[in-house]
């Protein structure tokens, strides 16, 4: 019962700490090495099954049950050992001549051991039972876990090459799967000196736990930095580096969820629009026009410090205040439109500006906040423009 406890403990261990990768089955084509992975992982499970049940058959002498079971722990080994070499080579993007060895060599050991096991029925060459009922293992026992070691050891070397050529993260990865490799390699040796202890289950468990660790989860963080990044570049403004529609959307989405769980009960909306953009496009050109555009944001970005902007239309923008900004926000839009104001005079950019707090109590969705703000800019954006037109007029006289 002993022995049949650690294959247990390993186990449990094992599908624990490889829980996401045995049961991420939607694995896109690109992603081999990890479906590789995810085989071995699978193929040193059936192996430890066979070795627990093992451990209880032999415990209670049920020999003939015993027998059948050794049979299946010898041919889930080698099995094992394939899928290892396939996972290395695929990990390695090793498709040449080497590659090609280990896993000829995992199919060639893997034939030579249906082919032994066949003969093992007959002449006990690889393992069988005294007339006491102890296990006895065979010559040809440890010429398989010679190939085991043997095989282990290649992938192992060959993965501290690849590691020499490698940089950071891929350098950690590559000599990570060849300590792994030395780990199976160690304790195969000791299973093939030990027969009745369970070293090979404790080396599949510390192996996949190394690999999972500082490959299979590294690689999983980095992928989702990746992922982050990229998300970051799609919902950016190319033109002003704000946030853009679809980062607003998003933005309206969350916070509409958070209102309606009580984790938000106060915000307000700020709209703006830039003034006079469509003139500056036709008289100087859309490149100044872009300029223009990008000063307006500027504009804005430095007023609301504590609240993301977001550009949602060609010369419109919207900010969602909260915190700091939500506290001051009578006083920020004060100044905004004072420097606004001020813009005008001295024949800078002007942008119009209307900004709504959140009811709880008359509100029924963003859209109603949005709409007081967006009424109140374009008061502000006609007050803006009749007071330029009766500037302009009084120059003329």
């Given amino acids: 019962m002993y022995y049949a406890s650690i294959g247990m403990l390993s186990i ?7 829980y996401e990768a045995l049961m991420n089955s939607h694995l896109e084509k690109s992603q081999v090495a990890k479906r590789r992975y995810r085989q071995f992982l699978f193929g040193v499970i059936v192996y430890l ?4 049940f093992w451990g209880i058959l032999y415990g209670q002498r049920l020999i003939l049950l015993a027998y059948a079971d050794t049979v299946i722990y010898f041919l889930s080994m ?7 070499t396939r996972f290395v080579v695929a990990y390695l993007k090793n498709k040449k001549a080497y590659g090609k060895f280990l896993i000829y060599a995992g199919w060639i050991i893997t034939i030579y051991e249906v082919i032994v096991l066949s003969i093992n029925f007959f002449t006990p060459i690889v393992f069988g039972f005294n007339d006491d009922k102890e296990y006895v293992p065979g010559r040809s026992r440890y010429v398989t876990l010679f190939i085991q070691m043997f095989l282990f050891f ?3 070397l060959y993965s501290f090459i690849v590691a020499t050529k490698s940089e950071d993260e891929d350098k950690r990865h590559h000599k990570t799967i060849g300590f792994s490799g030395i780990a199976m390699t160690i304790f195969i040796a ?3 000196l030990y027969p009745l202890m369970p070293f090979y289950a404790v080396g599949c468990l510390l192996a996949t736990c190394m690999i999972h660790t500082f490959v299979y989860k590294d690689e999983t963080v980095t992928y989702a930095r990746e992922i982050g990044t990229t998300k970051q570049l799609a919902y950016r403004d190319a033109l002003t580096g704000v946030k853009n529609k679809m980062a607003y959307l998003e933005k309206l989405k969350d916070l509409e969820i958070h209102v309606e769980e009580g984790t938000i009960k106060e915000y307000a909306v700020a709209v703006f ?15 100044e026009g872009d300029r223009y555009l990008k000063e307006a944001c500027k504009f804005i970005c430095l007023r609301f410090k504590y609240s993301p902007v977001f550009r949602i239309g060609g010369d419109e923008f919207a900010v969602i205040l909260e915190e700091l900004d939500y506290r001051d926000r009578d006083e920020i839009m004060r100044g905004f439109d004072e420097d606004v104001d001020k813009n005008q005079r001295d024949g800078l950019v002007v942008v119009a500006g209307g900004i709504s707090v959140y009811d709880p109590e008359s509100d029924e969705s963003y859209n109603d906040v949005f709409m007081r703000a967006d009424r109140k800019m374009y008061e ?18």
């Fill in 154 to 156: 290649l992938t192992s």
């Fill in 380 to 397: 502000r954006k006609e007050f803006l423009k009749g007071r330029a037109k009766s500037e302009n007029a009084g120059e003329t006289i």
């Fill in 49 to 52: 099954l066979s070795d627990i």
């Fill in 190 to 192: 000791l299973q093939s």
């Fill in 78 to 84: 080698v099995v094992s050992v394939f899928l290892w």
């Fill in 273 to 287: 629009d830039v003034n006079d953009l469509k003139k500056v496009n036709d008289t100087l050109g859309h490149e």
């Fill in 12 to 18: 449990i261990v094992l599908i624990i700490v490889n």
